[in-house]
């Protein structure tokens, strides 16, 4: 009943740029948190950023400082703005939802995911 639609990926040479959105949308009745994973080949899905709740931001050591993650509360999106990439960001980004239902329950629900490559 609740659906993610990201968008934003692509082919980006370092030090370039990409902006990730991911849209909520159904039968939603609050929206807890939203983030950001990523998965590369062989490794671990990891935590990119993420807004845990109202009033605080996560951030991965390895983003810190290139990597901006924003809400629009009004629309029920999270962005990814992304900056100075390298070619170590390459992978698929997952968006990440927490929302409670027109039901009465929460859960978690993810996007399809978005291959982001950085490369020459």
């Known amino acids: 009943q609740v659906q993610l639609v990201e968008s934003g990926g692509g082919l980006v040479q370092p030090g370039g740029s990409l902006r990730l959105s991911c849209a909520a949308s159904?039968?939603?009745?609050?929206?807890?948190?939203m983030g950001w994973y990523r998965q590369a080949p062989g490794k671990q899905r990891e935590l990119v950023a993420a807004i845990p709740s109202a009033d605080r931001i996560n951030y991965a050591d390895s983003v810190k400082g290139r990597f901006t993650i924003s809400r629009d509360n009004a629309k029920n999106t999270v962005y990814l703005q992304m900056n100075s990439l390298k070619p170590e960001d390459t992978a698929v980004y997952y968006c990440?939802?927490?929302?409670?239902?027109?039901?009465?329950?929460?859960?978690?629900?993810w996007g399809q995911g978005t291959q982001v490559t950085v490369s020459s």
């Open positions: 159904g039968s939603i009745f609050s929206i807890n948190a």
């Open positions: 990440n939802v927490v929302a409670r239902s027109r039901a009465g329950y929460s859960a978690s629900y």
